[in-house]
C-alpha cells in the first residue's frame, strides 16, 4: 500500500481536505446538504453502517466515484461515519490510461489508497470478437478483482458510486429485456457470503452528481479509453427516463422512491404473495 502524504491544512474550511478548493456558493452548499442527506438516509436505511468495519471504496477516476469518495470523507470527517476507509482504483490496462491522475490526487491530499494493476483489458479483447461490447465482461472481472482485493485489505465491504439513475435505468433493462423486476440494490452480500457490497449514493440524482464533480473540478478519466461504450441497451434506458422527467419533473425520484414501497399482492408474482391461498369469507344468511 503507498503511503499517504502529510495532511492538508484544512482548518479554516472545517472540512476534509479534498474540499479545500470547494466553492464557498450558497448554491454549492445546497448540492453538498443534499447529496449529504440523501447519503445518510441510504447508510441509515439499510444499516450499512457498522462501527469498525474497513470499506473498500472503489475509485474509478470517473464523476460518481469521485463523488462517493468525497462524501463519505466528509461524513468521516464530521464523525458520522465510524468505519475505516480505504479507497482503490484497479488499472485494467486500457489503452491511454492516464496512470498518474488517481495517485497523484490521491496522495496529495493524504488519502489511504492502493492502486492495483491487472490487465484485464487483454483478456476482454481476446474472449470477445471486434466491434463487440466490452462492458459486460469488463465490469465482472473488475468485480472479481475487487472482491480480491477487498479481502486482502482485511474490508467487509465494497463500495460502488452507483447513483439513482444507474438503478432506475437497470430496473427498466432488466423489465424490458429480462422479462424481470430487478434494479440495484442499495446492500447486498457476495456469492461467496463473506463481503457486503454497498451503494451509499442510491439516492443521488446523476444530475446533482455531475454538478458537484463539476463544481469540485475533480482531475475525470473518461470511460471510454477502449472505445466500446456507444450504442448499449443502457443509453436507451437513459434517454427514455431523462424525456419521461423533462415531461414530468420528480418523476425519477417517485420511481426510486416505489422500487422500496412494493405490494407483492398487487403484482404477478406468486411466489410472492400466496394468490392460490386466497379466500373469501362465507356470506351470512339474512
Known sequence: MEAPAAQVDDSEAGAHPIFANAP????????????????????EKFAMVKPGDKWLIALSGGKDS?????LL???KWRGLLPVELLACNLDQGQPNFPK???????????????????????IVTDKLPAGATYCSLCSRL???????????????????GHHRDDSLETFFMNMFHGGKLAAMPAKLVNDEGDLQVLRPLIYCAEEDLQRFSDAMAFPIIPCDLCGS??????NAMKA??????KRMPGRKDVMIRALGNINPSHMLDPKLFDFAGLTTAPRSVV
Open 73 to 75: 470523507l466528509d461524513l
Open 240 to 245: 427514455m427516463l431523462t424525456d419521461i422527467e
Open 66 to 70: 469521485y463523488g462517493l469518495l468525497a
Open 229 to 234: 461504450q456507444d450504442g448499449l441497451e443502457r
Open 142 to 160: 473488475r468485480r472479481g478483482n475487487l472482491y480480491r482485493i477487498a479481502r486482502e485489505e482485511g474490508c467487509t465491504a465494497l463500495v460502488l
Open 100 to 122: 498518474h491522475i488517481l495517485p497523484q490526487f490521491l496522495t496529495g491530499l493524504g488519502i489511504e489508497h492502493r492502486i492495483e494493476y491487472q490487465d484485464t483489458y487483454s
Open 24 to 43: 464557498r456558493s450558497v448554491e454549492f452548499n445546497k448540492l453538498r446538504k443534499r447529496l449529504i442527506r440523501n447519503t445518510r438516509e441510504v447508510l
